[in-house]
């Protein structure tokens, strides 16, 4: 059963990586029984924007965008993300914590994170994007620059073993990861969360 109908994403970033907010409306059974996306909303905060800005804005997003909405927000807590994680839930916005991690399977930890690996977040993605299930419009303000992501996003070999996604050098890749990490939640709550194993860690 799916809880909500709206999907809220962020990447967190300030120096050299931005923060971007995705809103994904959830449309659920509309797909040969799996639920499609609509992009209803994008935004990339400038560069060096300040913390604390950044969060009055999410707020702000959040309670004038959706306050009459069924929501959560998914948002990047990984290195400088767990700061602003806390004071948004001193703000009393409804959010899940994601880690994202290098390794093979997700794990919950208390109901409010999950450590994501960042090769299931995009495959989830692409398979989303494979199946014609997320709907872009052409006048999305962000587009040019998501489908310069989608391009120069690509395959490369981890150390250890395996494989991850990354972006190409000299570019970025934080609006698709703030779309994905919406779209990974869609996917966990259709699939009823059967496939995430629980986790006292992460």
Do not use: C
């Not at 799916?2 to 509309?30: A, F």
């Not at 419009?137 to 494989?163: C, D, M, W, Y």
């Amino acid at each position: 059963m799916l809880e909500y109908n709206i999907i809220v994403g962020i990447d967190l970033g300030q120096q050299t990586d931005y923060t971007v907010l995705s809103i994904l409306e959830l449309i659920p059974g509309s797909h040969q029984n799996k639920p499609l996306y609509n992009l209803v909303y994008v935004y990339r905060v400038p560069l060096k924007t300040p913390y604390p800005l950044i969060i009055n804005w999410i707020v702000w997003v959040v309670e004038t965008m959706l306050s009459t909405r069924s929501y959560i927000v998914i948002v990047d807590y990984t290195g400088v993300g767990r700061p602003i994680v806390d004071a948004l839930r001193d703000k009393e916005i409804h959010l899940i914590a994601a880690n994202i991690t290098s390794g093979s399977t997700a794990h919950w930890r208390y109901g409010t994170e999950v450590g994501i690996p960042k090769i299931e977040l995009v495959t989830t993605l692409l398979l989303v994007l494979n199946t014609l299930r997320l709907r872009i419009p052409k006048a999305t303000e962000l587009l040019e620059h998501l489908i310069q992501e989608f391009v120069s996003f690509k395959k490369a070999p981890r150390i250890n073993h395996g494989s991850s996604y990354e972006a190409a050098q000299g570019y970025h890749d934080d609006i698709v990861i703030s779309i994905s990490l919406a779209v990974w939640y869609g996917e966990f709550m259709a699939k009823g969360g059967n496939s995430i194993s629980i986790s006292s860690e992460l």
